[in-house]
């Protein structure tokens, strides 16, 4: 039982029929979203979803059984406790106070395309081995943000207050500004004044306009240079590093794994040959004793 679980398991055939029902988890979880299907075809959106999720539980059992005689081994990878999870998570009633939940649940089975695809889990590992430098870079973004929203507060909100009344409008038009969304017009009203420019804002013209000139122009280019030119790199900078430790690590294990299993094959052909040696040595004892 165990070796054919081992079959199935390590079969390309099942990895991708298993990526097939994945997908169309996702699909199915998408037209349950239009209530005219579901009024038309519940009945069978329901009947191919309890398909699914037998057919997700059946990949677990089989895994498990893979496992031998030490089935929780299975959850050593983190990976099989993402599936499982959510797979437990969806087995839960789907009425009452659980139905956000489950229904939440049906949506991360199409996530588990990331468990399948050593590719995407190389890339996820990445995008967490960035957090502690992204962290770095974050609070050096912030600061920057919080300098230059302190700055225009002071300088523009007689101006432009509804984009500078406060720190608060202040930071949230810069995050507008270093997203490059309509950002000359918030540079342009302070450049030019309200009264010439109104901002595109709540208040369009501030109780006192005044063109700021080329040291609006100043204010800012330069924080759209930094912000989003200069902070965006290092955080591809990071993304970057991330994506070749997280490469290494997984060729490394894949070398790892290799050197087991060619280590495992010449113990096998050892064992073999001895088992050989000694059936000769057994034939020869026997002739010697039947002469």
Request: proline residues 3%; negative net charge.
């Amino acid at each position: 039982m165990q070796a054919l679980c081992q079959k199935i398991r390590d079969d390309h055939r099942f990895e991708i029929f298993i990526i097939g029902v994945i997908v169309a988890a996702g699909v199915l979880v998408g037209l349950e979203t239009s209530q005219n299907l579901v009024r038309q075809y519940g009945g069978i959106l329901h009947g191919c979803d309890k398909l699914i999720l037998l057919i997700f539980i059946g990949e677990i059992a089989i895994k498990m059984a893979a496992e031998g005689s030490r089935p929780l081994n299975y959850f050593r990878n983190g990976w099989n406790v993402f599936d499982f999870s959510i797979v437990a998570v969806c087995l839960l009633p789907s009425t009452g106070a659980w139905v956000t939940v489950v229904r939440l649940a049906r949506i991360l089975r199409a996530v588990r395309l990331i468990t399948q695809i050593p590719r995407l889990q190389v890339l996820v590992g990445a995008l967490l081995k960035s957090f502690p430098s992204m962290g770095y870079v974050s609070l050096l973004l912030g600061l920057h943000f919080y300098v230059y929203a302190v700055m225009g507060t002071f300088l523009f909100r007689g101006n432009d207050p509804g984009h500078f009344g406060d720190l608060g409008h202040s930071m949230l038009s810069l995050f507008q500004v270093v997203t490059l969304e309509d950002w000359t017009d918030v540079m342009y009203s302070s450049v030019y004044g309200t009264a010439i420019y109104n901002a595109q804002g709540p208040i369009p013209v501030g109780p006192e306009p005044q063109a700021f000139g080329y040291w609006g122009v100043l204010y800012f280019v330069s924080f759209v240079v930094v912000g989003a030119m200069v902070m965006i790199n290092l955080f591809v900078g990071v993304m970057v590093t991330s994506l070749s430790e997280a490469q290494a690590e997984s060729l490394r294990q894949k070398l790892d794994i290799t050197a087991i299993e060619e280590h495992e094959k010449a113990l096998e052909h050892t064992v073999d040959k001895l088992e050989s040696e000694l059936n000769e040595l057994r034939r020869l004892i026997e002739q010697r004793k039947g002469g």
